[in-house]
């Protein structure tokens, strides 16, 4: 065990953390970058092409120091927000982090947040300082900014290139050096954290895990704490390039498991894996189930493709355990199911997903979060809302309850006013404000978790020239005065486009809706008045003005290249078109309400 080390790298969005590993893995003669390419080309489309890191896998490499062998465990974990509860689970099965910066961006919001994350998981911190190479990079002051920071020595700071290869060696012998061995009793009955699990369509859903005490044992019964299943452990092993497959994994070491199971949600990130015939009696600490954030309608384009589009979600639910459907049926929409995601990102991935691999054209409704509603005449029983047609009549209601969140943002000094505006623009209430440096400052703000989830990050941009860096986490349920919006297009009321929002900017919200609306929805051989109502009450209105010509007289008939483009852009819009009543509404016009500036 004193051969080993457990260690992740935490770093900001794009400060170099993938190709940092992929160094490591190069210098120790892992994988080559090759090899990593063709390995990588069967994983997930979707993950390579956005180019973050969805799911953290576990990754096991061996170096040699001063004669001894050390085996040395990288656990990666996921960049994204929507998954920080898997971050904070990988993170709960290391010993050591890199923390990596960026010498020309210095230290932002994820940086900070990462390193809370490890630090309360008693982490021994290395400090990189990433991108040496780069002409803009500031070696000197962003050091500065890191022992600020952390409280460490100058010299603690190892400087590097993921790029050229700088002080990645250097790294390696730092891991060795500084990062504790795993302690733990192989003796005592086996007690395995799950910080990740991955499906695989040929051999069920494979668990990664970090074995605190005992061993797991090829063939062993073992029982899972938080579902209480029981399985055979078919295989385990460790990974490598591929998966190597072992008699037993040892308390300290790293692994994976395959049992059989065909359905991610029995595989709970941060449940126990203990032995069924001598069960530990401690659960490891730090268990959740992980709840979904963003709730949103998903409608087949296609009313008849209903029960194939429940085929899908149940298909992607078995690898995806954090998605959540039940059936919802909408007057404007017909069958469809309301889901429930980890954040916007998760969403996009879900609707991409049924739309590649499994040829569902659907239409995704107004997201919205997840609301508590109480009445007058039970004021304490709870009525979740997670569809804005759930939230009981206004008459009837006593009181709703939003959930908030802490943000963090971390941005020029230049940039506090702009900010602090949109902050406030979004119901925020400033909680902190500190200055880094004289440059750059960290403002804590608690806000309405509706208010993020949808535009406020490219907002932020935005206002900030790019100089401004996010992240949250939430703190629970607060009182807030809600209103329901709804829509009318011509007369009809189409509850897909209906939102829960402030009563405060209510008309604001209405007004911008409708027009936003007015652009989205194509004309037809009619006038389409669209009306933004709070209950009775017509709060704004526009119209649609009915066509007057075909689009394509605009052509002349002469350029035909330019009209088939016309036509061919025409066909494109069609495909996520919905008939309501008489009118037919494009997929965007039910995402409209999100990006109104
Ligand atoms: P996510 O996985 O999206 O969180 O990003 P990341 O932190 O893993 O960053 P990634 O490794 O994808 O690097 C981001 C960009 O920085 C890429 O274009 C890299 O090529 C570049 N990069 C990484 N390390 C270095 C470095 O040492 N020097 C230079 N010049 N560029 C680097």
Redesign the pocket.
């Known amino acids: 065990m004193k051969h080993i080390r457990n260690f992740c790298i935490i770093?900001h969005?794009?400060?170099?953390?993938?190709?940092?590993a992929d160094r490591l893995l190069d210098f120790t003669g892992t994988v080559t970058e090759r090899q990593k390419q063709d390995q990588l080309l069967d994983s997930m489309d979707l993950e390579r092409e956005r180019?973050?890191?969805i799911k953290s896998h576990a990754i096991q490499m061996e170096y040699v120091h001063q004669g001894e062998t050390y085996v040395l465990n990288l656990i990666d974990t996921p960049?994204h927000v929507d998954f920080s509860y898997e971050v904070s689970r990988s993170i709960a099965a290391c010993e050591g982090a890199l923390l990596v910066v960026d010498a020309a961006q210095s230290i932002q919001a994820q940086t900070i947040s990462n390193l809370y994350l490890a630090l309360e998981n008693d982490l021994q911190i290395i400090p990189v300082l990433?991108?040496v190479?780069?002409p803009s990079a500031n070696p000197e002051e962003v050091t500065d900014d890191i022992v600020d920071l952390l409280g460490c020595d100058p010299e603690e700071v190892i400087p590097?290139?993921?790029?050229?290869g700088i002080g990645i060696q250097e790294i390696l012998e730092a891991i060795i050096d500084r990062v504790p061995a795993p302690k733990g009793n192989v003796d005592e009955p086996l007690q395995a954290l799950i910080f990740d699990s991955v499906y695989n369509p040929f051999r069920g859903v494979e668990t990664y895990f970090r074995v605190i005490n005992g061993e797991i044992k090829k063939g062993q019964k073992i029982k899972f704490l938080a579902t209480g299943k029981t399985y055979f452990a078919d295989e385990v092993g460790t990974l490598k390039l591929t998966q190597f497959p072992k008699q037993s994994i040892k308390s300290g070491d790293v692994g994976y498991l395959i049992t059989g199971i065909k359905d991610a949600r029995e595989v709970k990130v941060g449940d126990t894996i203990t032995d069924a015939a001598n069960p530990t009696q401690n659960m490891i600490e730090g268990f959740e189930n992980v709840k979904p954030m963003v709730f949103a309608g998903i409608y087949p384009v296609d009313t008849e493709d209903y029960e194939e589009l429940r085929g899908a979600m149940e298909k992607l639910q078995l690898n995806d355990a954090s998605l959540v459907f039940a059936p919802e049926s909408s007057a404007a929409l017909g069958f469809g199911f309301r889901c429930g995601f980890l954040g916007m990102l998760h969403l996009e991935i879900i609707q991409e997903r049924l739309e590649r691999e499994f040829d569902m054209t659907v239409i995704t409704t107004v997201p919205n979060v997840s609301y508590q509603a109480y009445t007058k005449k039970n004021p304490e029983e709870i009525i979740v809302v997670n569809n804005p047609s759930d939230l009981p009549d206004p008459s009837k209601l006593d009181r709703v309850e939003e959930p908030f969140i802490k943000a963090s943002i971390i941005t020029k000094a230049d940039y506090v006013g702009p900010v602090m505006s949109l902050c406030i623009e979004k119901r925020g209430v400033i909680t902190n404000q500190t200055y880094l440096t004289p440059e750059r400052v960290e403002l804590h703000f608690d806000m309405p978790l509706a208010e993020i989830v949808f535009d406020f990050y490219d907002r932020l941009k935005t206002v900030s020239k790019g100089y401004a860096s996010f992240d949250y986490s939430p703190v629970g349920l607060r009182a807030s005065k809600l209103v329901k919006v709804d829509i009318l297009i011509n007369a009809n009321s189409v509850d897909a486009l209906s939102a829960l929002v402030h009563a405060d900017n209510a008309y604001d919200i209405g007004k911008k809706m409708v027009e936003k609306l007015r652009e989205l929805i194509p004309r037809q051989q009619f006038d389409i008045p669209i009306q933004a109502a709070i209950g009775a009450k017509i709060i704004s209105r526009e119209t649609v003005k009915a066509l007057r010509k075909d689009v394509t007289a605009k052509c002349y008939g002469g350029d035909i290249s330019r009209k088939r483009k016309l036509l061919e852009k025409q066909k494109k819009g069609k495909k996520r078109m919905r008939q309501v009543g008489n009118v037919e509404i494009p997929q965007q016009a039910f995402m409209a309400v999100l990006k109104l500036n």
């Open positions: 770093a969005i794009d400060h170099g953390k993938s190709t940092l180019g973050i890191t960049g990433n991108k190479d780069l590097a290139s993921a790029k050229t």
